[in-house]
């Protein structure tokens, strides 16, 4: 049977329509916060745990990990049931694997974390999956990818909350000893100190877990448009292979992989590129981190409110234009944190994320305008591309654990990656431009 509800159109002035796009919207926040608690934490597992640089971002492998397992499994599910039981499960796997974090501290060991943020980030594969197409489905489709942006203007918000958070309740709150004092720890010295940290870490998790929880059981209550395929038919090779078909579709996995490597290579390596550049200065370890941090949290203000800005130029301007001069201006931004050696290099990051501010959204509208219900897989395969967080941040950290290369700090050369990933996205921008995909 049909589901005989109407699809309310945002902006049509009805609480039935407002309330869901604010409940959905407010997703967008509480995986931003996520991430963005998350990133900083690289820098700090690896001095928790006295690791190198690539061993610590195994947590950005299971982070983003969970993203690519689950995607497609949770568009199987949004097509056999709902957007909002899509929702619902999602939250609560963020949920549980937040919670999770206090049998991993238990245990003192490093890998209990690392399935805890898998569980989590299964959470967050099952909201993205649901939450971007739901938003795209609440209206009309011409205003689809403008009402994406608009609802992905929250998301920074929440990243905002979790930086802050990472830095005020985590970073300054860890022991004061820097990587080379722990080092001289003896096994029971180091284990106090450690055990004390994780401590620290897992409070704000599980303060989330509550938050999340909570949002479950109030979408639950909540009356929301079911928006389901009438048919919940699960065909998936014949909608994969309607998908790869399709070249404003398959070009935009491959953008949005290069994209969202690009954006958490900047966002957790500003850490490690800003304490170099602030030792260098005299700062002691600890404090070189929290001034990085505070960086972090400046380019994500940036990226903020570029998002609105944004938002805003979409109505005068094409959306693939507009991608690819960006693309193009982070591009050139990333050449200067190569090649200063200064605060300029900091600025220049700053600069990156305003220019990123625009990219996923618009790449997910422009990827998924006009596929109708397989937008649903559609949105597993954008989602799965998140993947990109997961396999090139290793690749840089492997460069930054030289620590010199051709007589430069490996660090600042590291950030060749995003260069060659934004440049992926400007082909995007231009092709989704010149071939009237928007």
Not at 315 to 329: K, P
Not at 371 to 391: N, Q
């Amino acid at each position: 049977m049909k589901d005989s509800r109407k699809i309310p159109v945002v902006g049509d002035g009805t609480w039935a329509a407002i309330i869901p796009f604010a409940l959905i919207t407010s997703c967008f926040a509480l995986w931003g916060f996520a991430n963005d608690v998350t990133t900083p934490l690289v820098k700090s597992f690896s001095k928790i745990f006295r690791m190198s640089v690539t061993e610590g971002t195994l947590v950005q492998v299971a982070f983003y990990g969970g993203y690519f397992a689950m995607a497609f499994p949770a568009a199987m599910f949004v097509r056999r049931y709902s957007y909002k039981a899509g929702v619902m499960l999602g939250l609560g796997l963020y949920a549980l694997g937040a919670f999770l974090f206090f049998p991993a501290k238990m245990t003192g060991d490093y890998y209990p974390f690392l399935i805890a943020y898998f569980i989590l980030t299964c959470g967050l594969s099952f909201l993205e999956t649901s939450c971007n197409p739901y938003i795209l489905s609440m209206g009309a489709e011409e205003t689809a990818t403008r009402r994406l942006n608009l609802a992905q203007a929250f998301n920074p918000i929440g990243a905002l909350l979790g930086m802050y958070v990472a830095m005020e309740f985590i970073q300054r709150r860890l022991h004061p000893l820097d990587t080379a004092g722990r080092a001289l720890l003896s096994g029971n010295e180091f284990e106090a100190v450690r055990d004390a940290d994780l401590e620290t870490l897992i409070a704000p998790y599980l303060v989330v877990g509550l938050v999340t929880l909570s949002m479950l059981v109030l979408i639950r209550l909540m009356k929301m448009p079911r928006h389901r395929d009438t048919s919940g038919k699960i065909d998936f090779l014949p909608t994969l292979k309607r998908l790869v078909a399709v070249p404003r579709y398959r070009e935009g996995v491959v953008a949005q992989f290069f994209y969202v490597g690009a954006q958490i290579m900047c966002w957790t390596f500003i850490i490690q590129y800003g304490t170099r550049l602030f030792m260098s200065m005299g700062m002691a370890e600890q404090a070189a981190e929290v001034r990085s941090q505070q960086f972090n949290i400046a380019a994500m203000a940036v990226f903020c409110v570029s998002r609105f800005i944004c938002t805003f130029l979409l109505r005068f301007f094409n959306s693939g234009l507009l991608l690819r001069t960006l693309a193009v201006f982070a591009a050139l931004f990333t050449v200067g944190v190569m090649f200063l050696q200064n605060i300029w290099g900091m600025y220049c990051i700053v600069g990156v994320s305003a220019c990123m501010s625009l990219m996923f959204p618009t790449i997910y509208g422009i990827a998924l305008q006009g596929l109708g219900e397989d937008a649903k897989f559609g949105a597993a395969g954008l989602i799965m591309a998140i993947l990109g967080g997961s396999i090139l941040p290793p690749v840089q950290a492997a460069i930054i654990d030289l620590h010199t290369l051709w007589g430069m700090p490996a660090v600042n050369l590291s950030f060749v990656l995003p260069f060659i990933c934004f440049v992926v996205v400007v082909f995007y921008g231009h092709s989704a431009y010149r071939r009237g995909w928007t």
